[in-house]
C-alpha cells in the first residue's frame, strides 16, 4: 500500500515543472540563463534538459498547452472587460471562438451541386464566355482535350 503522501501524479522527470516551466520562458524567448535563473537551476541545468530531445518534447508541449490556457483566460478576462465597459471586445471574442467550442459560430454548409454536367459544364461555360468573335478559344491551351 502506498503512504498518504504519495502524489497521485507522477512527473516524467525530477523536476519536471521546473522543466516545464523553463520551457515556457524558452518559448517565451528567454535565453538559457534567464530561464535557468527564474526557475532556481543553471544555464549548464536548462542546456542539459534541452539535451534531452524526448524529454524535452514533452516539457513544451505541455508548456505550450499552459501558454494556451493563459491565452484563454486573458482572452476571457478581456471579453468580460469590455462588455462591462460596453465596448466591442471583438478580438477577445475572435480569439474563443476558435479556442472554446461552446462559443465558435455555427458552421456552415456550402452547397456544391453544379447544374449542367458538373465541371464539364462549366468547363463549356467559360468555352462560351471566351469565345472570340471569329469562333475561336480565347484560353491560352486547350483544357478540355477536344
Same mark, same amino acid.
Given at each position: ?14 523536476? +519536471? ?5 523553463? =520551457? ?31 524529454? +524535452?518534447?514533452?516539457?513544451?508541449? #505541455?508548456?505550450?498547452?499552459? +501558454? ?16 462591462? #465597459? ?5 478580438? %477577445? ?10 462559443? %465558435? ?20 461555360? =467559360?468555352r462560351e464566355k ?17
Open positions: 500500500m502506498k503512504p498518504a503522501s504519495a502524489p497521485l501524479y507522477t512527473p516524467y522527470t525530477r523536476h +519536471w515543472d521546473k522543466r516545464v516551466s523553463a =520551457a515556457y520562458l524558452r518559448m517565451l524567448g528567454f535565453t538559457q540563463e534567464a530561464a535557468g535563473n527564474a526557475v532556481g537551476r543553471s544555464k549548464r541545468s536548462v542546456a542539459d534538459w534541452e539535451a534531452d530531445k524526448k524529454t +524535452w518534447a514533452l516539457a513544451c508541449d #505541455e508548456a505550450r498547452k499552459r +501558454w494556451l490556457n493563459d491565452v484563454t483566460n486573458a482572452a476571457r478576462a478581456s471579453l468580460l472587460n469590455h462588455l462591462k #465597459e460596453e465596448h466591442s471586445g471583438l478580438l %477577445a471574442l475572435q480569439v474563443l471562438e476558435r479556442l472554446d467550442e461552446d462559443l %465558435a459560430p455555427a458552421k456552415q454548409r456550402v452547397d456544391l451541386s453544379l447544374e449542367g454536367g458538373g465541371l464539364s459544364g462549366l468547363l463549356a461555360a =467559360a471566351r469565345a472570340l468573335p471569329n469562333g475561336q478559344n480565347a484560353l491560352p491551351v486547350d483544357i478540355t482535350g477536344d
